[in-house]
């Protein structure tokens, strides 16, 4: 029996993809750091009549429904007639609040035009057309494709480089799955009155982050990327109906890394996706390890 296997990594966005149209058309620019480290990996097998999905996720029906959706789409995509079972598996814990949808949207597209390419003896596909299928999927699926760091501009993905080593690392505040899923939040947002901005907000601070990278300005870059998270999550406040994901343990770890930086003068860039996790992108340098020693009280992934 055939079988096919191919993984992609996760992503986190610095300027963050809230708002879609149809087909998770982002109604704004976006820019992601690709986490290599945590990756999903997509297993496929001819079946005969269905196809299926053996998860190892935790996903709920709801979840499950739609990566088997994906996968019809991406088969009627390539005009594709027969069935598969899929088995999925994140090299993450499962709780470990890491979004697992752009990574295994990615990984799905890119085994099953994979596969089907293979079967039909047809040219496989660029990675910008696998993130254009997958965008389908999840919409930062599509950035997932690309690395070290990714732009999503008018639902297209391209990679970019800075001059910079990254490590990136995750403090678990909450593994939680989420109350409000990211599909829930691109609509709910629209209802805020700090929406009417957004998409020029999130250009400006854009290009400002793209400038400030790729001038080796990190603490502008830093300083971009907290007024961009706290937008995000001031959406999600000012919704309605209102939701939020910043409790008293994530405000606690921000103020303890808002005084690092006053203290150095340098330190990581600090974002959070939509969850209560707090994302650190550092640069590869002695700073990171002084400030392990000093937080060991968190816990890092
Ligand atoms: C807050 O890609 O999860 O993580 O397109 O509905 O699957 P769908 O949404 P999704 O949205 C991601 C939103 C975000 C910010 C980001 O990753 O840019």
Redesign the pocket.
């Known amino acids: 029996m055939a079988c096919w296997v191919d993984s992609a990594p996760a992503?986190i966005?610095l300027i963050?993809?809230?708002g879609?149209e149809e087909g998770?058309m982002p109604v704004n620019i976006?820019l992601?750091y690709t986490i290599e480290r945590f990756s999903t990996t997509v297993e496929l097998d001819d079946a005969a009549e269905y196809d299926y999905l053996e998860d190892d996720l935790g996903l709920t029906r709801e979840q499950r429904d739609r990566f088997l959706v994906h996968l019809r789409y991406i088969k009627s995509r390539m005009d594709f007639g027969g069935y598969f079972r899929v088995r999925s598996s994140n090299n993450f814990p499962h709780g470990a609040g890491i979004?697992s949808?752009?990574s295994s949207f990615a990984a799905l597209t890119k085994v099953a035009c994979k596969a089907i390419a293979d079967i039909e003896s047809r040219p496989m596909l660029s990675s910008r057309e696998l993130s254009e299928i997958a965008r389908h999927g999840?919409?930062?699926?599509a950035r997932s494709l690309f690395g070290p760091w990714c732009i999503f501009d008018r639902g297209e993905a391209r990679s970019v480089e800075f001059p910079y080593t990254i490590i990136h690392e995750l403090i678990l505040i909450d593994g939680a799955r989420k109350k409000i899923s990211?599909?829930e939040?691109?609509k709910l947002v629209r209802s805020s009155l700090l929406f009417s901005n957004r998409v020029e907000r999130a250009h400006v601070r854009c290009q400002r982050l793209i400038d400030s990278l790729t001038s080796q300005n990190w603490h502008d870059a830093y300083q971009i990327c907290w007024g961009e998270f706290w937008d995000?999550h001031a959406l999600f406040e000012t919704s309605t109906p209102h939701f939020g994901y910043i409790g008293g343990n994530t405000m606690h770890v921000l103020r303890r890394l808002e005084e690092f930086w006053l203290q150095h003068k340098d330190g990581p860039i600090v974002t959070l996706?939509?969850g209560p996790n707090i994302h650190l992108l550092w640069r590869d340098d002695d700073l990171r390890k002084l400030f392990r020693a000093s937080a060991s009280d968190l816990t890092f992934i």
């Open positions: 992503n966005a963050k993809y809230m879609k998770n976006s992601s979004a949808s752009a999840s919409g930062s699926a990211s599909s939040a691109h995000m996706d939509a």
